[in-house]
């Protein structure tokens, strides 16, 4: 009933603020998280990740395709074969020799090897691409904490003008009284000072707004100036419910070390390959005839690593023992963001009650200044008590707004906590 309560009083707020405009720009929250999203720098990556995997991949499937090698080798031996055989028969090798040729490979089995490979590089583009994803994501609380800064700035400036125009009128008033005789010069330069200082007020917000406003133009990309309106919509409560990319991100870790322990187990698995050699020699492969000839050599290889010490048992141990930490880092991770979701809940639920107490605070004050004007007038107090009890008034409109503004605040960043669908936007 509460929350419900929460949602209903920042709805009533967002509607009341956003019915009028004018005929200035207007820039919702909405458009600044979207835009945000698509002017991210980390985007850029995306597109360089692709283009690494596609040239990796087809590496890969290269392996699958005959081999082509062309050798040669010439030498020249201090000693040879020379063998004397009865009835005057004999072989002897020439110690000059030479062997040039072609040689063609194709791999028949590999275990898996090349498969594996190929599945663990999608799964490491699949896992950087999320890691962007929640860099991207960062940016939504970096970009709501801006507008909402910017947002408290022009509520607090709405109040600092409706200050220095009570105080405008009072300065009329008080120069009819001051001609009657019933205050001094001095009230009056008091009330002067005071709209001045208000006036320098506004001048510093102003700077700092546009200090904000730069900073929000260059993370989203929109072209935003001091005549830019920021409001919030109803449909801030409309968006699309996601999972954490960091979830997402940790599952695609997950899922890499799984498909890299499946291409370690392939690492010691059988592997066939069928070759041929064809070329010119000196001696020929008959070396009784002792003479150059072309030859040609074709067959399979089988190659199969049997004990290796159990380095890759190990290894596989050690990708385990790698997701079971990043396991733990999730939980601590989730952990972090039950917590954070929590306070959020609490803090809209005092900030209801302050709000609450704001508008009655707010009657308050007005009473008190009103009694301070009818004062000021007949001469029975002095410009500085109501200029007290004036501010008192503001201060109190300014502690209002900021309430509201932090209760939107609140909910929005409980959204981003939770997790929201920036593609829908």
């Known amino acids: 009933m509460i929350s419900r309560r929460i949602y209903l009083l ?3 707020i967002f509607l009341f603020t956003g019915i009028i405009r004018g005929q200035q720009d207007t820039v919702s929250l909405r458009q600044c998280l979207k835009s945000a999203r698509e002017n991210a720098i980390a985007n850029q990556q995306l597109e360089v990740l692709q283009d690494l995997a596609d040239l990796k991949t087809a590496n890969i499937k290269a392996s699958n395709l005959p081999s082509l090698n062309a050798y040669g080798k010439a030498s020249y031996q201090s000693d040879a074969i020379s063998i004397s055989l009865p009835n005057g028969f004999g072989i002897e090798i020439d110690p000059f020799q030479y062997n040039a040729g072609i040689e063609a490979a194709q791999k028949v089995y590999d275990g898996g090897l090349a498969a594996k490979a190929k599945e663990l590089e999608t799964a490491i583009l699949t896992a950087e691409t999320e890691k962007i994803h929640t860099d991207v994501y960062k940016l939504t609380t970096q970009v709501a904490d801006l507008y909402f800064k910017i947002q408290l700035l022009d ?39 005071e709209i001045l200082t208000v006036q320098q007020q506004q001048i510093e917000l102003d700077k700092m707004r546009r200090q904000l406003l730069s ?19 109803d449909s801030l409560f409309n968006f699309a419910n996601n999972q954490r990319p960091e979830t997402v991100y940790f599952e695609a870790e997950k899922q890499k070390l799984e498909s890299l322990a499946g291409l370690k187990k392939t690492m010691n698995y059988p592997k066939l390959f069928a070759f041929g050699q064809a070329g010119y020699s000196y001696p020929s ?34 990708i385990r023992t790698q997701k079971e930490t990043l396991s733990v ?27 609450g107490l704001d508008h009655q605070i707010i009657r308050q004050r007005e009473a008190v200044t009103r009694g301070s004007e009818v004062s000021l007038e007949e001469g029975t107090i002095t410009s500085t008590d109501y200029l007290e009890d004036l501010n008192g008034e503001v201060g109190a409109r300014m502690q209002a707004e900021y309430h509201k503004i932090e209760l939107q605040r609140s909910l929005v960043q409980q959204k981003i906590l939770e997790g929201i669908d920036l593609f829908a936007l």
Do not use: C
């Open 155 to 193: 509520k607090t400036k709405a109040v600092l003008r409706l200050k220095e125009e009570i105080l405008a009128k009072r300065l009329v008033e008080l120069k009819i009284v001051l001609e009657n005789g019933m205050i001094k010069g001095n009230d009056l330069n008091a009330m002067e000072a």
């Open 329 to 355: 880092k999730e939980a601590e991770f989730n952990q972090q963001i039950d917590m954070a979701s929590q306070s959020e809940r609490i803090n809209q639920e005092e900030l209801a009650k302050l709000i």
């Open 10 to 12: 920042a709805l009533l």
């Open 285 to 318: 492969l008959n070396f009784y005839e002792n003479q150059s000839d072309f030859y040609y050599i074709v067959g399979a290889k089988l190659s199969w690593t049997i004990f290796d010490w159990n380095q890759n048992k190990r290894e596989i141990e050690i």
């Open 215 to 233: 900073s929000l133009s260059i993370l989203t990309g929109l072209n935003l100036d001091k005549n830019t309106i920021l409001f919030l919509e």
